[in-house]
T-cell receptor, first 115, second 117 residues
């Protein structure tokens, strides 16, 4: 029943490891996003995919690689994790087209802690 | 550049008080959208409202109301008769159009509202 789901909810790992976060939406939306929320609650977009095509890449280190196998899924893979990657990562989705901009629906977030 | 300013970092009120959260934005776009999201202590982001730049009518939804004024580039949010459950961080956001069907959200830094019983 969940509209936008993310797994895992919590991720604790050592520096230097590689990890992935998965996101799925069942709303039939054509656009998905990844946002990062830092310890001060600041939310910033990282990536956006429209129909499996990358359309936004916001100066994110190339250790971060999004992958969209289909328009309902957008996964985030992070290589060589660093302490500064510790944050909450939110996935979101929206329906675009006709020049209108719809609201984005957010997943529950994944809290990543790098030790 | 597109920018959203929420000057109030934290607001504390007592239950049943009215409270207004301020949001001021900057944009070069003639068509844009403004949003408010709520982030309760549980951490999820809950959509509250979307407003088109051509629609300056104020909106009321229960105890929530929004005042959009293009002349001052503001989109303020008022909670009437606040309740403890309103305690959360509230984010104002502005859409930046990248193409006719592609956009990104620019978020303000959020206002933490604490409602005490």
């Amino acid at each position: 029943d969940t509209a936008v789901s993310q797994t895992p909810k919590y991720l604790v790992t050592q520096m230097g490891n590689d990890k992935s976060i998965k996101c799925e939406q069942n709303l039939g939306h054509d656009t998905m996003y990844w946002y990062k929320q830092d310890s001060k609650k600041f939310l910033k977009i990282m990536f956006s995919y429209n129909n499996k095509e990358l359309i936004i890449n916001e100066t994110v280190p190339n250790r971060f690689s999004p992958k969209s196998p289909d328009k309902a899924h957008l996964n985030l893979h992070i290589n060589s994790l660093e302490l500064g990657d510790s944050a909450v990562y939110f996935c979101a989705s929206s329906q675009t087209g006709q020049g209108a901009i719809d609201e984005q629906f957010f997943g529950p977030g994944t809290r990543l802690t790098v030790l | 550049a597109q920018k959203v300013t929420q000057a109030q970092t934290e607001i504390s009120v007592v239950e049943k008080e009215d409270v207004t959260l301020d949001c001021v934005y900057e944009t070069r776009d003639t068509t844009y959208y403004l949003f408010w999201y709520k982030q309760p202590p549980s951490g999820e982001l809950v959509f509250l409202i979307r407003r088109n730049s051509f629609d300056e009518q104020n909106e009321i939804s229960g105890r929530y109301s929004w005042n959009f004024q293009k002349s001052t580039s503001s989109f303020n949010f008022t909670i009437t008769a606040s309740q403890v459950v309103d305690s959360a961080v509230y984010f104002c956001a502005l859409s930046e159009a990248l193409s006719y069907n592609t956009d990104k959200l620019i978020f303000g830094t959020g206002t933490r509202l604490q409602v005490f019983p």
